[in-house]
């Protein structure tokens, strides 16, 4: 069964907009990897869960072919509305069907996604496209975040472990699958050759509007969304205003500091 949370067109457009690029030393961290665990040549990359692209665009330049799936039509078609990458493409599907031949990728990633994902029919799926030697990436950040402004980064982040605390009767099981960094999903990886990095610290330069704008991307707000329109964009409102009142500015494009925590859980096919 796959969850179906991240449907509306709404919702999908808030992902162009403000869903945060995986930084570069995921990628690299990912591409050393396939590298030294596979080599040459790079030609099919799939990212699985891929919203509207961020992480599959990133691929673009380091593959002949990348393919982002996922199971919404409608973030997969706002994925399509960008332009320039003539080696990618999109399909909607789940990622425990894959719509590739046995033996035919040598890079499968999810990023901040596989913990939707129902494991046993995913990872057999997996192992059936993956080449021998090819590799998967499954990558995530906790929904922890530490903000940091002048001396009121403390305060900001109640702001928004209130904010989260009040959408709890809203959050769904899946969310502690991510806040455990795929524990279950790795160990029910049956490749020997695997790795599960569970720190990779990155930091990001962002405005309070992208902060905000990414809080609204969150399953737990958008099932909030849906079941009190007005509770949610009142949350969202007041979130804002004790943002900026804390750090003493009227511009929702004032720039503040966002630490996330990233793991990635990596695992090579076997011969
Ligand atoms: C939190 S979003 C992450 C999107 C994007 N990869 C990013 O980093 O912004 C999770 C995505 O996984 C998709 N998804 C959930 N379950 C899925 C499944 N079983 N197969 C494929 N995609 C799935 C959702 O539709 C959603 O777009």
Redesign the pocket.
Known sequence: M??????EKDH?AL?QQY??T?PKEIKELILQYLDKKKGPPRELAV??????????RLLSPHFQKVVG????ES?VEVAKTVPGFTNLSYRA????ELPFPDASVDLLT????AH???AEP?LKEATRVLKPRGCMALF?YLDTYDLHYGSCGDRLNTIYEEMKKSMLPYSSGRVSVSNSKLQELYEAISFPDKDRIEVIPVKEEVTVNNIVGLLK???TFQAYHRADPQGAANLIESTMARFLKEMGVTSTETKLEIRLEYFCVLACKPQ
Not at 47 to 56: K, P, S
């Open positions: 796959s969850f179906r949370m991240f449907e999908a992902y869903r945060m995986p990212d699985l869960g891929c919203g509207t692209g961020q992480n599959t799936i996922d199971v919404s973030q599907g789940p990622a425990e999810a990023a901040s996604a939707w994902f129902d995913f995530g991307t969150h399953s």
